[in-house]
């Protein structure tokens, strides 16, 4: 169960199984969410600040456990990383 929801996780909900580009997907649909919350959700810039802290914390715990048997410690299929890199300067833009 675990194991699952951390290939959901750090997959973001399987985006990052595509055969193309997964990464600029990763990136593009990071941009959609936070686009949402900002401008349509109206969600306080605290809130959205304590939800990206929760995600990069917890990211180091989901990549970690979902590489641990692989061969392959880069796997094109992590694309969490793209949420954390695109989320820190649209945060800091919309603030």
């Known amino acids: 169960m675990i194991k699952t929801l951390n290939t959901i996780f750090v997959t973001m909900f399987g985006l990052g199984k595509v055969k193309k580009i997964p990464g600029t997907l990763g990136s593009l649909a990071t941009i959609i969410i936070l686009y949402i919350f900002f401008h349509i959700l109206n969600f306080s810039s605290n809130i959205i600040l304590i ?27 992590i694309i969490i990383d793209e949420f954390i890199g695109q989320s820190i300067p649209i945060y800091l833009y919309e603030i």
């Open 51 to 77: 939800g990206l802290i929760i995600i990069f914390i917890y990211s180091f715990i989901a990549v970690a456990a979902h590489i641990k048997n692989k061969e392959n410690k880069d796997p094109k299929e």
